[in-house]
């Protein structure tokens, strides 16, 4: 079946960086449109980005585009985010999803905060 685990979460200070990765299985992971969303406190899940199955095409919500940056490693089968200039409002639990939302993972936490 269908698995995602996402790591790399934690506590950061306004500024700073961090990589979330998500390995997958259970799909040909190569094949697949993959995105990153995220859900703060109170609040609907948001798309944040998305990347074609090779990772030529990707897509940003405007709140992070030119501070985060989707990849992908298809022979690793792992989706990775690259979080840079991080803002407390990007403070969220942070989902991979394989497509816009077939399946998802459990999610990792990202605290930004001084």
């Known amino acids: 079946q269908v698995q995602l685990v996402e790591s790399g979460g934690g506590l950061v200070q306004p500024g700073g960086s961090l990589r979330l990765s998500c390995a997958a299985s259970?799909?040909?992971?190569?094949?697949?449109?993959m995105s990153w969303y995220r859900q703060a406190p109170g609040k609907a899940r948001e798309f944040v980005a998305s990347t074609s199955s090779g990772g030529g095409v990707t897509n940003y919500a405007d709140s992070v585009k030119g501070r985060f940056t989707i990849s992908r490693d298809n022979a690793k089968n792992t989706l990775y985010l690259q979080m840079n200039r991080l803002k407390p409002e990007d403070t969220a639990v942070y989902y991979c999803a394989k497509r816009a939302g077939d399946s998802w993972g459990q999610g990792t936490q990202v605290t930004v905060s001084s």
């Open positions: 259970g799909f040909t992971f190569s094949y697949m449109l």
